[in-house]
C-alpha cells in the first residue's frame, strides 16, 4: 500500500503560481504511476496530469488540455514525492487538488477508476 499527502494548496491572483507536493510513503512508491486530479465545485473529478514510473530519461507524462503549457508534473523519487507546478493559473483552475498512484495500466491515465491509492486533497482558490 501507499499513503499520499498533498500540500501547497492555497489562495492564488490570477497569472500566478503554485507548486503541489504529494509525499508518498509505503510499498516502493517509486515504482506507482502518479497522477494529478481536481474537482471543482459541482464538477466531476477530473484528470489534470500523469507521470510514468522509470528513470528521468524513459519517463512519460500525460497533461489534460486545459493545463497543457502551463503546468508540469514530476517526482522526485529519492524524496519519494510528487510535484505539480501551476503556472499562469487562471479562476478556473480552482478546485481541490489530489495525487494519486496505481500499479495498473487497464485505464486511461485520466480515469479515476485506474488509480487504487488517494491522498485527502489541497484546496486551491484562484482569483481574478
Known amino acids: 500500500q501507499v499513503q499520499l499527502v498533498e500540500s501547497g494548496g492555497g489562495s492564488v491572483q490570477a497569472g500566478g503560481s503554485r507548486r503541489l507536493s504529494c509525499a508518498a510513503s509505503?510499498?516502493?512508491?517509486?515504482?506507482?504511476?502518479m497522477g494529478w486530479f481536481r474537482q471543482a465545485p459541482g464538477k466531476e473529478r477530473e484528470g489534470v496530469a500523469a507521470?510514468?514510473?522509470?528513470?528521468?530519461?524513459?519517463?512519460?507524462?500525460h497533461y489534460a488540455d486545459s493545463v497543457k503549457g502551463r503546468f508540469t508534473i514530476s517526482r522526485d523519487n529519492v524524496k519519494n514525492t510528487l510535484y505539480l507546478q501551476m503556472n499562469d493559473l487562471k479562476p478556473e483552475d480552482t478546485a481541490i487538488y489530489y495525487c494519486?498512484?496505481?500499479?495498473?495500466?487497464?485505464?486511461?491515465?485520466?480515469?479515476?477508476?485506474?488509480?487504487?491509492?488517494w491522498g485527502q486533497g489541497t484546496q486551491v482558490t484562484v482569483s481574478s
Open positions: 494519486a498512484a496505481t500499479r495498473r495500466y487497464d485505464d486511461p491515465w485520466y480515469s479515476q477508476s485506474r488509480y487504487d491509492y
Open positions: 509505503g510499498a516502493t512508491p517509486a515504482t506507482y504511476f
Open positions: 507521470i510514468s514510473t522509470g528513470a528521468d530519461s524513459t519517463r512519460y507524462t
